[in-house]
Nanobody
Framework: QVQLVESGGGLVQAGGSLRLSCRAS????????LGWFRQAPGKEREFVAA????????RYVESVKGRFTISSDYAKNTVYLQMNSLKSEDTAVYYC????????????WGQGTTVTVSS
């Protein structure tokens, strides 16, 4: 098992930036892919971005392309999500997840960190 702890959420104005971090501990070597997901109030959880521990195989949902950047630092056991040009529709609880590949299935999840974008 791997444990995931997210941080970096908060309140930001539209157009602003935030960087989310997800620190992993435990049996990290068993998981090749890391992903960020989000769940807005009243909506289903959706995929945002994914990456491998080596920093390759990046994937993004269309709505965040050009604004969000996912990166990984294996030495620090941490994956990041840099979010720029934030919009009110980015408001959600953001979750970090680990899986067998960056296409999933994602079987380990963090507790989530809340991002609120005010317009």
């Amino acid at each position: 098992q791997v444990q995931l702890v997210e941080s970096g959420g908060g309140l930001v104005q539209a157009g602003g930036s935030l960087r989310l971090s997800c620190r992993a501990s435990g049996r990290i070597s068993l998981y090749y892919g890391l992903g960020w997901f989000r769940q807005a109030p009243g909506k289903e959880r959706e995929f945002v971005a994914a990456i491998s521990w080596s920093g390759g195989s990046l994937r993004y949902v269309e709505s965040v392309k050009g604004r969000f950047t996912i990166s990984s630092d294996y030495a620090k056991n941490t994956v990041y999500l840099q979010m720029n040009s934030l919009k009110s529709e980015d408001t959600a609880v953001y979750y970090c997840a680990a899986g067998q590949s960056n296409y999933g299935p994602f079987t380990s999840w963090g507790q989530g960190t809340t991002v609120t974008v005010s317009s």
